[in-house]
C-alpha cells in the first residue's frame, strides 16, 4: 500500500476495510443491550434531565441588534439594545457585549433623542455595573450574609405585622420614568392598601410643574424642543449642563447652528445669568446679572413685548408694578425675541422662585412659544414630573403622626440628602429595608439591605420624552450572586404576602411582557423586532387640550423674593455627580467640570469682585451658614459670575456606599431651601485655612495665541468673510489650495490608501464632556485620583481645554477638544531613541506600548501636550471584577509608558476587516466611528478618509472656518478645527480681538 | 619622537625669571614621592573618616531613594503633564558639565603645553570619571521603565529592533559612553607611572600586590617613558573633540526639539563654555579643599588658583553672552512663543531660579578681574560653590521654564521637586564626594611624575630659577 496513493477516507486508504479492523481492536458487539441495562439508562437519563430541567432558570431570550451577528461568535461582539434612565429622563442604548460581558455603552442610533449620542451619565452606568463597591449579599440586621429569602420572609413578617396594627409601610422610590413600575407600583398599593408609594427625590423641582398645573392644566414640566427655536433666552436655566435632557438639548441646539456654508443660519442663544452655567459658557450673548435683577428684566421684557403682542390685562399690570431693571437690555432682547415671535423662547432655571416662571410663561405664551408643534410643546413632558411636594408632605404627616410602621427605600438615599426634620423622622421608624445597589447612608441607617440588580442586569421600559418606549434588556447575570431587580425584590415580597397576587407572574419580566402584552398586543416576531431596534413609537400619545389661566398666572406674577443684600447661595446638582447617586464612580469624579475644570471636589464658587471685597481667593475654606446648616467649602474664584452670589454642587460629600466617594467635597444638601433647589441668603466665615483643589487646566487666557479662533455670524456673513487671526509663516500653497504648508525642504509623505483624519467643529461643542469618558471606557483610561491630578497627571486622552476671552467679569469662553493630532510631521516621533512611537502609513501617529521605555522625550516635544504617562501603575488597585470592564481590544499599560489617542484604532482595523472580508478595498466614509465622535450629542467631531474626497471629513476639511492649531510649526495635524462662531453683533467679538 | 614630549620634560619656559614657579617650597623629587605617596601609607585621620561618613550616608540614602523611584515608578518624583523632566535631566546636564573640565585640562592644556595643569589634571580627570558616572545614573533611572535600558543601545536582537538614530537621546548614549571610556583610558594611563611610584613606596603586602598589578610593570625605563608619553599625546588628541562633542550632543537634546526656550541654534558652544565653566568650579571646589586637608599649598599654589578663576571668568562671559543672545535673538525672532518663554523665565513664576542664575554665573566672575581677589583662597572657594550652584539654575531654567509653559496655556503647569528627587539629588553628591575621597586616600592625587618635570630641580639651570625664588 503506497502512502501517496490518494485516497479520501481511512475505508478508501485501508482499501475497504474499517478503522477498528485495521486498528486491530474487536469491533463492538452488536446487539448486546440487555433488559436490566436498558431500564438502567432509562431511568437515569430521565432522572438527569428532570434535575436538569428543575434547575434551570427560566430562559428569557436576548435578541441582539440588527447590525450585529445573531449568534455570540468568541472573539466578535454582539450588540444589544436597552435604554438609560437619569432620573426620570430616559434615551436609547446599545451596548457592546464580548463573550457575554458588557464592555462599552452607546446611544442607539434609532432612538429618536439621542440618535446614537450618550453622555457621561451613560457611559459611567457601564463602571457601576463592574464597581467592586457594589454589595452583593443581602445584609440582615447584624448577619452580613444572609440569604434573601430568609430576609424576604423576616420583611414579610414585619409588614404583616406592621398592616396587622393599622399602620402604613411607605415605599419610597426615586424619580424614574418606567410606565410598568408605575403599573407595578399601582397594583402593588391596590393590594395591599396598607403601603404607599412616595417618589423621594433627593431634590425638588417643582416650581414649573406647580405653575404648569395651575395656569396650563399641566400638572408636569415640559421639555423645550429646542430645534424648534431661533431665539433662546435663558435665564440661569441651564439646558445644556445639568438638565436631564441635556444631551437631547445639546444634539437640537447643534442642529439650529450647523454652519456648512456662509449661507447657512444660526440659531441665538442669550444667557442671562449670575452664574457659570454650561449655558452660559456657549451663549452668543451673555447677560451677567445678580439673581435679584431677574424679575425686574423679566418684567420689563415682557412689557416690551406686550406692546406688541397682547398680553393679558392682570398679567400685565402684575409685571407693570415690579420695579423694572436692565430696561435697555430688555429693549433689546424684546426686538429680538418678536422677531423670532413663536420661535423665541425663554426658559427659566428649575432653583428659580415661581414668579419668575410666570413672567417667563407669560412671555412664552405672549411669543405664541406654547402649544402643539411649538417650542414648549406639551406632547413634550417629562414623564412623572408631577410636583412631589404633596407626597413627601403626606410622608412627613404620617411619619409624624406615628402612623408609619414599616418603610422600605428602593434606590433612594435620603439618609444623606434628606433635611433632618425628615431623617430623625424617618429613624423612628421601626423597620427600615434598603433596596440599592450600595450599601450607603440609607442601608447603614437600615435593617435589612437588598443589594439589587444594576439596570444592565434587569428587564424594565421607559417612556421617553417624546413618547417612545424603550426596554431595557439584561446584559449579563446579576453579578450580585443573582438577586433580582428591585422590582423583581417586590414581587416576590407580595408574593409573600398574598400568594394570590399577580397571577401568571413569576418574575418582573413576566409582569413586564404581560403589560406589554395587554396594552400594545406585540406578537412575538414584533417583541423581538422591539428589542432588536429598541424602540417603539407606535404609542398612541396622550395629551391634554392646554388652558390658559391668565387671573392664576397673574397671581404667580409678584416680588420673587430674592434679595440684594448679603450673600445669595445656591446648591445646583453637580455636573458629573449628579445628585450624588452616581459617587462611587470615579470617572465621574475625575472628570473636569466643563466650566472651572475642577475634580474630585465641589466648592463655592464666587466672582473675582466678591472674593477680592472678602478678601478670599481660590482654595481658601469658608464656612456658608443659612440658617442652623453650616457648609464649610473652599473658595472657587469663578470668572464671569455676579457679585454677592455663592454657587456650589450637591452629590459630594458621601460618607457610605463605596471606597472611591470617601472624603471627597461637602454635604451641600442642607443649603436647600425646603428639599427644594433655590436661592438661600447665607453668612460667609473665612477660616484662615487653605484646602488643595484639583483642576486639570491652570490657565485659561489665550495670551494672544492662534489657538482658537473665533468670529461672528455677522462678519462671517459679510463679504469680505471673517478676519481671523492668522499666523504668519512662510509656506506655499498645499495640494488642496485650502491651505498652506510652511516652507520645508523635505517632499510631504504620500498617503496612497487611507488617510485618517479628524475636523472638529467649535461651534457645535458645548463642553459636555461626553467624549472624555466615552474615550476613558474606550480606551481602558486608569483614573488617577485627586492627590495626582493635583499634581497633573491625569489620563484624559481627550480633553476639552476651556478659554476665556475678554475681561474676567464678561468672559467669552470656548471649548476646545484637545488630542492627539496624528501630526504628519510629529515632532514626537522622531525624539523616541527606541523607536516606540512611529507613523502609520494611513497617517496614524502609532504608539507601540511594549517597545516604550519612557523617557518622556515625546511628551516634552508634544506642542499640544497631549501624551499621558503612566507615572505610576495606576493599574494596580484594580480590585475583582473591575478587570472585566476592560476593552479586550485595548492593551492595559503599565506604568513607565507613555500612551495617547489612537484615533480608535481598534475599530479602524475592526472597519478594514470588514472591508476586506465584503471583498472591499477601502472602508466606506462613516464605517468607523471613534469612540468620542459616536457620543458626541452635537456632532461636532467628524472622523473619516481625507483621501476620500466623498467622505464628510474631507469636505469639512475645506470648510472656509478651517484651521489647523499651531500650524506654523509644519507639524501639519491630522487635526482641522472649524472656528467658533457666535451669533453676535460683530463688534463684541472685535473687542476681544483688540483687547 | 622625542622632541613632542619636550614641553614636558625640558622646562624652559619656567627658567625665565618672570615666571612665578609653580611649584614653591624648593621641594626636591624626594619630597613630591614624600608628600603624595605617604598618603596612601599613612593612616587616615579621624576627618577623613568623618567625611567619608557623611558621604557615604548621603550615597546611602541616594540609593535607597533610587530603589525606591525604581521599586514603585516615576511618579514618586514631581514631574507632571508637561514638565516631564525636571531634576532628573537638571543633574545629568550638570554633573556632564561638571566632567568636561578634566578632559580640557589634562588633554586640551597638555596640547596647549600648559604646564600649571600637572598640579590639579589627576583629581580634574578623577572627577570627570566620577561625574560622568553620576551623570550616567540619571538617564537611567528616569526611564520609566529602566530595565530595558539597555534598548538604548544598538544590538542585534531578536526583535529585529534597531534605536531610532534620528534621535538625540540615542546620540547621547554614544556621546556619553565614549566620553566616559575615554576619560577612564586617559585617566589611568597617566596614572600608571605614579602607581608604579607608590608600589614602591608602600610596604603592606595587599597593597603592595595591587599596586604592583595596576602599575603593569612599569620600571621608569626610557622606553617606558618614550611609550608612555606618545600614548598619552595621542589620547590627548582624542580626547579633545569630545571635550567639544559631547556636550555639543547633550545640548542637541533640547535643541533639536521644537520647543521654545530649546530649540536654539546658539546651544552647543553656549553648553560648551558652561560645561567648561562648571567644570572648572568643581575643580576648584575640590582642590582647594584637598590643598587645604592634604597640605598641597607647594604644589597647588596661588598661581594654580589664579589661572582657573582666569578661565572661570572667561567662560562665565561666555555664558553671560549666552543668556543675552537668548533673549535678542527671542525678541528678534518675532515669533510669539518664543517670546513669552524668555519673558517667563526672568519674570514668571520661575523668575527667581533664573535670576539666582544671572548672580551666580554672570555677576559673581566678574570678581575676578581683581587679582587680589582671584589669589583669594576664601574668595575663590565661595564663587566655585555659586557657579556650580548658578550653573544647577541654568539647566533648571532652561529645562523647566521651557516645558512648565509651552504653546497651548491650557496645558501650562509648575513643577516642584519631591523629597525623592532630592535624595537621589544629594546621592548623587553623596557618590561623588564619596569616590573622590576613596581616590584622594589610595590613589595619588597629584601626578608626581609630571609635578617632578616641573620642579626647579628638573631645570638644566636649576640654580637659576632657585635663586629667583
Redesign the interface.
Known amino acids: 500500500m503506497s502512502a501517496s496513493r490518494l485516497w479520501q477516507s481511512l475505508d478508501d486508504l485501508n482499501g475497504g476495510q474499517s478503522e477498528a479492523e485495521v486498528s486491530g481492536l474487536d469491533p463492538l458487539p452488536d446487539n448486546e443491550l440487555s433488559r436490566r441495562q436498558f431500564l438502567k439508562l432509562l431511568s437515569a437519563s430521565a432522572a438527569l434531565a428532570a434535575v436538569a430541567a428543575g434547575c434551570r432558570r427560566p430562559d428569557h431570550k436576548l435578541v441582539p441588534a440588527v447590525s450585529a451577528p445573531e449568534y455570540q461568535v468568541p472573539g466578535l461582539p454582539l450588540f444589544y439594545t436597552t435604554v438609560f434612565q437619569h432620573k426620570n429622563a430616559a434615551y436609547g442604548l446599545v451596548v457592546k457585549c464580548r463573550e457575554g460581558r458588557p464592555i462599552k455603552i452607546e446611544g442607539n442610533p434609532s432612538h429618536p433623542i439621542n440618535h446614537g449620542a450618550s453622555s457621561i451619565h451613560a457611559q459611567a452606568l457601564l463602571y457601576t455595573l463592574y464597581d467592586p463597591d457594589r454589595i452583593r449579599r443581602v445584609r440582615l440586621g447584624q448577619l452580613l450574609q444572609a440569604p434573601l429569602s430568609q430576609a424576604l420572609k423576616e420583611i414579610a413578617t414585619a409588614l404583616q405585622k406592621t398592616a396587622a396594627e393599622g399602620k402604613l409601610c411607605y415605599l419610597c422610590i426615586d424619580e424614574h420614568s418606567s410606565p410598568t413600575y408605575d403599573a407595578l407600583l399601582a397594583e402593588l398599593q391596590r393590594r395591599f392598601p396598607w403601603l404607599r408609594g412616595v417618589i423621594l427625590p433627593s431634590f425638588l423641582t417643582d416650581t414649573a410643574a406647580e405653575l404648569n398645573a395651575r395656569v396650563l392644566g399641566l400638572p408636569a414640566e415640559i421639555v423645550p424642543h429646542l430645534g424648534r427655536a431661533s431665539v433662546i433666552v435663558t435665564v440661569e436655566a441651564d439646558p445644556l449642563g445639568i438638565d436631564r435632557y441635556a444631551l437631547w438639548h445639546i444634539r437640537n441646539f447643534a442642529h439650529g447652528r450647523r454652519l456648512r456654508s456662509r449661507h447657512d443660519k444660526m440659531n441665538r442663544l442669550i444667557a442671562v445669568e449670575s452664574m457659570m452655567t454650561v449655558t452660559g459658557t456657549n451663549a452668543d450673548t451673555r447677560l451677567r446679572m445678580h439673581p435679584a435683577a431677574f424679575e425686574g428684566f423679566l418684567a420689563a421684557l415682557l412689557v416690551e413685548i406686550a406692546r406688541s403682542r397682547p398680553v393679558p390685562g392682570p398679567i400685565l399690570r402684575a409685571a407693570a408694578q415690579l420695579p423694572h431693571a436692565y430696561a435697555e437690555k430688555a429693549q433689546q432682547l424684546a426686538r429680538e425675541l418678536l422677531q423670532a415671535g413663536e420661535q423665541g423662547v425663554v426658559l427659566v432655571g428649575a432653583h428659580l422662585p415661581e414668579p419668575l416662571h410666570a413672567l417667563a410663561l407669560a412671555i412664552n405664551w405672549a411669543l405664541g412659544s406654547v402649544g402643539d408643534g411649538k417650542v414648549l410643546d406639551p406632547a413634550y413632558t417629562l414623564p412623572n414630573s408631577f410636583p412631589k411636594r404633596p407626597g413627601i408632605e403626606r410622608l412627613r404627616e404620617d411619619l409624624r403622626a406615628g402612623r408609619v410602621g414599616a418603610v422600605l427605600f428602593v434606590n433612594v438615599n435620603p439618609f444623606y440628602s434628606a433635611d433632618w426634620e425628615l431623617r430623625q423622622l424617618l429613624r423612628n421608624v421601626p423597620w427600615r429595608v434598603a433596596l440599592s445597589l450600595y450599601h450607603d447612608e440609607t442601608a447603614a441607617e437600615s435593617w435589612v439591605h437588598i443589594p439589587v440588580a444594576h439596570p444592565l442586569e434587569s428587564w424594565g421600559d421607559a417612556l421617553a420624552v417624546d413618547g417612545s418606549l424603550s426596554i431595557q434588556q439584561p446584559l449579563i447575570a446579576p453579578l450580585n450572586e443573582g438577586i433580582g431587580s428591585a422590582q423583581d425584590i417586590l414581587l416576590q415580597l407580595a408574593r409573600m404576602l398574598d400568594p394570590e397576587s399577580f397571577p401568571g407572574v413569576e418574575t418582573y419580566y413576566d409582569f413586564l411582557r404581560q403589560r406589554w402584552q395587554q396594552r400594545y398586543g406585540l406578537s412575538e416576531p414584533q417583541w423581538e423586532s422591539l428589542l432588536r431596534e429598541g424602540v417603539y413609537t407606535a404609542v398612541p400619545r396622550e395629551t391634554l387640550p392646554l388652558r390658559f389661566d391668565a387671573p392664576a398666572l397673574a397671581g404667580a406674577i409678584r416680588p420673587s423674593g430674592l434679595g440684594r443684600e448679603g450673600l445669595l447661595a445656591v446648591a445646583l446638582p453637580s455636573y458629573a455627580l449628579y445628585d450624588g447617586s452616581l459617587a462611587n464612580c470615579p470617572w465621574l469624579q475625575e472628570l473636569p467640570d466643563p466650566v472651572t475644570k475642577l475634580t474630585w471636589d465641589n466648592v463655592a464658587a464666587m466672582s473675582p469682585g466678591t472674593a477680592a471685597r472678602l478678601g478670599l481667593q481660590s482654595e481658601d475654606l469658608v464656612q456658608l451658614r443659612a440658617g442652623e446648616t453650616v457648609v464649610t467649602l473652599p473658595v472657587w474664584v469663578q470668572p464671569g459670575m455676579a457679585d454677592g452670589v455663592v454657587v456650589t454642587t450637591l452629590g459630594y460629600g458621601r460618607t457610605e456606599g463605596g471606597e472611591v466617594l470617601k472624603a471627597v467635597g461637602q454635604n451641600t444638601y442642607g443649603l436647600l431651601p425646603q428639599q427644594q433647589l433655590g436661592y438661600v441668603s447665607v453668612s460667609l466665615t473665612p477660616l484662615g485655612k487653605r484646602y488643595p483643589l484639583a483642576t486639570t ?9 492662534p ?1 482658537v479662533q473665533v468670529t461672528t455670524l455677522p462678519e462671517y456673513h459679510s463679504p469680505e468673510g471673517p478676519r481671523f487671526q492668522q499666523p504668519e509663516f512662510p509656506g506655499y500653497p498645499a495640494p488642496d489650495g485650502r491651505y498652506r504648508i510652511p516652507l520645508t525642504i523635505v517632499p510631504p509623505y504620500e498617503y496612497k490608501g487611507h488617510r485618517w483624519g479628524m475636523v472638529i467643529d467649535l461651534t457645535a461643542c458645548t463642553g459636555c464632556s461626553a467624549c472624555v469618558i466615552a474615550c476613558q471606557a474606550e480606551n481602558n483610561i486608569p483614573t488617577v485620583g485627586k492627590e ?1 491630578v493635583r ?4 489620563m484624559h486622552w481627550i ?1 476639552i ?3 476665556y476671552l475678554g475681561s474676567v467679569d464678561e468672559p467669552r469662553v470656548v471649548h ?1 477638544p ?1 488630542l492627539c493630532q496624528h501630526c504628519e510631521n510629529a ?1 514626537c516621533e ?6 516606540a512611537t512611529t507613523h502609520s502609513p494611513e497617517g496614524l501617529n502609532e504608539m507601540t506600548y511594549n ?7 515625546c ?3 508634544c ?3 497631549v501624551r ?6 495606576y493599574h494596580t488597585d484594580t480590585r475583582p471584577p473591575l478587570e472585566m470592564l476592560f476593552n479586550p481590544e485595548v492593551t492595559v499599560r ?5 500612551e495617547k489617542c489612537t484615533f480608535c484604532v481598534q475599530r479602524i482595523n475592526e472597519a478594514k476587516w470588514h472591508a476586506r472580508d465584503e471583498g472591499r478595498e477601502r472602508v466606506r466614509d462613516g464605517e468607523v466611528l471613534t469612540a468620542c465622535q459616536q457620543a458626541c450629542p452635537a456632532g461636532a467631531i467628524v472622523f473619516g478618509d481625507l483621501n476620500d474626497p466623498q467622505s464628510q471629513v474631507a469636505q469639512l476639511r475645506q470648510s472656509d472656518r478651517g484651521y489647523f ?2 500650524e506654523e ?1 509644519n ?1 501639519r495635524p491630522s487635526i482641522t478645527y472649524l472656528a467658533k462662531v457666535w451669533n453676535a453683533p460683530a463688534e463684541e467679538v472685535h473687542q476681544l480681538r483688540t483687547a | 619622537m622625542a622632541h613632542i614630549a619636550e614641553p614636558v620634560t625640558a622646562a624652559r619656559l619656567d627658567q625665565e625669571p618672570f615666571r612665578e614657579p609653580l611649584v614653591l617650597g624648593d621641594l626636591t623629587p624626594h619630597d613630591i614621592t614624600e608628600k603624595i605617596a605617604s598618603i596612601v601609607e599613612r593612616p587616615a585621620s579621624w576627618k577623613y573618616w568623618l567625611t567619608l561618613s557623611i558621604t557615604g550616608l548621603a550615597a546611602a540614602w541616594g540609593i535607597f531613594a533610587i530603589g525606591y523611584t525604581i521599586a ?14 525636571g531634576w532628573d535631566i537638571t543633574n545629568f546636564v550638570w554633573w556632564i558639565g561638571i566632567g568636561h573640565a578634566g578632559t580640557l585640562i589634562s588633554a586640551i592644556l597638555h596640547l596647549f603645553r600648559q604646564r600649571w595643569r600637572t598640579a590639579i589634571n589627576r583629581s580634574a580627570e578623577a572627577m570627570t570619571i566620577f561625574a560622568v558616572l553620576c551623570a550616567g545614573l540619571f ?1 537611567l533611572i ?5 530595565w ?2 539597555y ?2 543601545i544598538p544590538y542585534p536582537n531578536q526583535m529585529q ?4 538614530f ?5 546620540w547621547d ?1 554614544f556621546a556619553v559612553t565614549t566620553y566616559l571610556t575615554v576619560s577612564i583610558l586617559f585617566w589611568y594611563l597617566g596614572l600608571i607611572p605614579d602607581l608604579a611610584t607608590v608600589r614602591n613606596y608602600v610596604r603592606r603586602r595587599l597593597p603592595k600586590a595591587l599596586y604592583t598589578f595596576f602599575s603593569l610593570g612599569w620600571v621608569g625605563a626610557a622606553r617606558h617613558w618614550q611609550h608612555y608619553e606618545i600614548a598619552y599625546l595621542i589620547l590627548a588628541a582624542i580626547s579633545t573633540p569630545l571635550v567639544l562633542s559631547v556636550h555639543s550632543v547633550v545640548s542637541f ?1 533640547f535643541s ?4 521654545p526656550g530649546w530649540h536654539t541654534t546658539i546651544f552647543p558652544p553656549y553648553f560648551v563654555a558652561g560645561a567648561i565653566f562648571s567644570g572648572f568650579a568643581m575643580v576648584l571646589t575640590l582642590v582647594l579643599i584637598a590643598r587645604w586637608v592634604l597640605n598641597l599649598q607647594d604644589i597647588i599654589t596661588l598661581k594654580h588658583i589664579d589661572n582657573m578663576n582666569r578661565i572661570l571668568l572667561a567662560t562665565g562671559m561666555m555664558v553671560g553672552y549666552a543668556y543675552l543672545m537668548e533673549f535678542f535673538v527671542a525678541m528678534y525672532s518675532g515669533n ?2 518664543e517670546r ?1 518663554v524668555f519673558l517667563n523665565r526672568a519674570f514668571g513664576p520661575y523668575g527667581w531660579a533664573y535670576w539666582t542664575m544671572v548672580f551666580c554665573n554672570v555677576a559673581v566672575p566678574q570678581l575676578f578681574w581683581s587679582r587680589r581677589l582671584r589669589r583669594n583662597v576664601v574668595v575663590t572657594f565661595i564663587a566655585s560653590i555659586l557657579v556650580n550652584v548658578g550653573m544647577w539654575f541654568e539647566r533648571f531654567v532652561i529645562i523647566v521654564t521651557s ?1 512648565h ?10 513643577y516642584a521637586p519631591t523629597w525623592v528627587e532630592v535624595s537621589i539629588y544629594i546621592g548623587t553628591l553623596g557618590i561623588f564626594f564619596t569616590l573622590f575621597l576613596l581616590f584622594a586616600k589610595y590613589i595619588p592625587i597629584i601626578a608626581i611624575s609630571e609635578v617632578k618635570a616641573i620642579l626647579p630641580h628638573a631645570q638644566p639651570k636649576h640654580h637659576v630659577g632657585a635663586e629667583v625664588a
Open positions: 487646566q491652570r490657565h485659561a487666557q489665550l495670551v494672544g495665541r489657538i495626582q499634581r497633573g497627571r491625569e480633553r481645554d476651556r478659554y476646545q484637545m515632532p522622531n525624539v523616541c531613541p527606541v523607536a517597545r516604550c521605555v519612557g523617557t518622556r522625550y511628551l516634552n516635544n506642542p499640544y501636550k499621558r504617562f503612566n507615572f505610576l501603575n503599565m506604568r513607565g509608558v507613555m492649531v499651531l510649526l507639524v | 514603585t515608578g516615576i511618579g514618586v518624583w514631581g514631574l507632571n503633564n508637561p514638565v516631564a523632566w538617564p528616569h526611564l520609566g521603565r529602566p530595558f535600558a534598548w538604548l529592533m534597531w534605536v531610532n534620528r534621535s538625540p537621546l540615542v548614549v537634546d533639536v526639539s521644537i520647543l510669539e512663543y513669552y516645558l509653559r509651552d504653546f497651548l496655556p491650557a496645558s501650562w503647569d509648575y
